[in-house]
C-alpha cells in the first residue's frame, strides 16, 4: 500500500520532498481527473487532499470519498466532519485507538 498525494503543485511539493511517489500535482480543473484515476489505483492505500481544494470537487466525488473503504481520504488544512480515528476504523473495521 502506497500514500498518494492530489492538489496544486505547491501542495503536493512537500510531499514529494518528503519520499511520496504518487504526489500528483493538478490545476483545479484537471484535479477531478487526477483523484478519480489515484481512486482506481489499487496500490493506494491513503490519499491525501487539501481540504479547500476537496471543496472544490463536484458533489459526486465528494460523496464517492466518503464512502470508499480504500483509499482512506484523509483531507489536511481545515476542520473535517470525521477524525482520522473514524476514517481507519471505517476502512479496516478495527479500531485501532482503542484502549481496551
Known amino acids: 500500500m502506497e500514500i498518494a498525494v492530489a492538489g496544486s503543485e505547491?501542495?503536493?511539493?512537500?510531499?514529494?520532498?518528503?519520499?511520496?511517489?504518487?504526489?500528483?500535482?493538478?490545476?483545479?480543473?484537471e484535479l477531478e481527473r487526477a483523484v478519480d484515476a489515484l481512486l482506481e489505483d489499487e496500490d493506494v492505500g491513503i490519499l491525501v487532499l487539501?481540504?479547500?481544494?476537496?471543496?472544490?470537487?463536484?458533489?459526486?466525488?465528494?460523496?464517492r470519498l466518503?464512502?470508499?473503504?480504500?483509499p482512506v481520504v484523509i483531507a489536511v488544512g481545515g476542520a473535517e466532519e470525521e477524525d482520522l480515528r473514524t476514517k481507519v476504523k471505517r476502512a479496516i473495521g478495527v479500531d485501532l485507538f482503542r484502549t481496551t
Open 66 to 70: 466518503e464512502v470508499v473503504p480504500q
Open 50 to 63: 487539501r481540504s479547500d481544494e476537496m471543496a472544490g470537487l463536484s458533489a459526486g466525488l465528494r460523496r
Open 10 to 29: 505547491e501542495f503536493v511539493l512537500g510531499f514529494r520532498l518528503a519520499g511520496i511517489r504518487k504526489a500528483v500535482g493538478a490545476a483545479p480543473e
